[in-house]
């Protein structure tokens, strides 16, 4: 009989507010708003030697940089088709066909991602915890599962290999 593990990290303090906006539907635009996101990670692999799939400190600690990183910041899209993002080292300026909003600098993250939706946040840190996970000398993680929930309720869940 085989057995499979995982590991799930969500704390309170696993919370970040930030502002967005998004498009759908091609042509709409969502006017700038703000949330109090709420994450949880969760990894699955073997036990090591130790009897652990990974330390829960050191999953912990690596995603609540994450989330100090983009909290109390404006969370902009580098790869969007129809918002461009332009920043030097005083502003961030972003346009959306007539619109355009002016921020200071440091108040910005600028996601490499292509809509700063749930999913694509969620994805946006697995890709980090991904990375460190794989240097964690002796890790067998397979699988990581980053969910971020961005209203009440409201999760959205990314999954990768590791």
């Known amino acids: 009989m085989s057995a499979g593990f995982s590991v799930r990290v969500t704390k309170d303090h696993l919370v970040f507010s930030?502002?967005?906006?998004?498009?759908?539907?091609?042509?709409?635009?969502?006017?700038l708003h703000g949330h109090n996101w709420r994450v949880a990670v969760e990894v699955d692999g073997p036990l090591d030697?130790?009897?652990?799939?990974?330390?829960?400190?050191a999953l912990r600690d690596a995603i609540q940089k994450l989330v100090l990183e983009l909290d109390h910041?404006?969370?902009?899209p580098t790869e969007h088709a129809a918002i461009?993002?332009?920043a030097d080292e005083r502003e961030v300026t972003a346009t959306f066909e007539e619109?355009?909003?002016?921020f200071p600098r440091e108040d910005c993250i600028l996601l490499p991602v292509i809509n700063t939706t749930?999913?694509?946040?969620?994805?946006?840190?697995?890709?980090?915890?991904?990375?460190?996970?794989r240097r964690q000398p002796g890790n067998k993680v397979h699988t990581v599962r980053v969910?971020?929930?961005?209203?009440?309720?409201?999760?959205a869940r990314c999954e990768m290999d590791v």
């Open 99 to 102: 619109r355009r909003w002016v």
């Open 147 to 155: 969910e971020v929930e961005e209203n009440f309720g409201q999760w």
């Open 118 to 133: 749930a999913e694509e946040i969620a994805h946006w840190m697995g890709l980090q915890l991904r990375e460190s996970i």
């Open 18 to 31: 930030a502002a967005h906006f998004i498009t759908f539907n091609g042509t709409i635009c969502e006017r």
């Open 49 to 57: 030697e130790n009897r652990y799939v990974f330390d829960f400190i």
């Open 73 to 76: 910041h404006v969370l902009l």
């Open 84 to 86: 461009r993002v332009i």
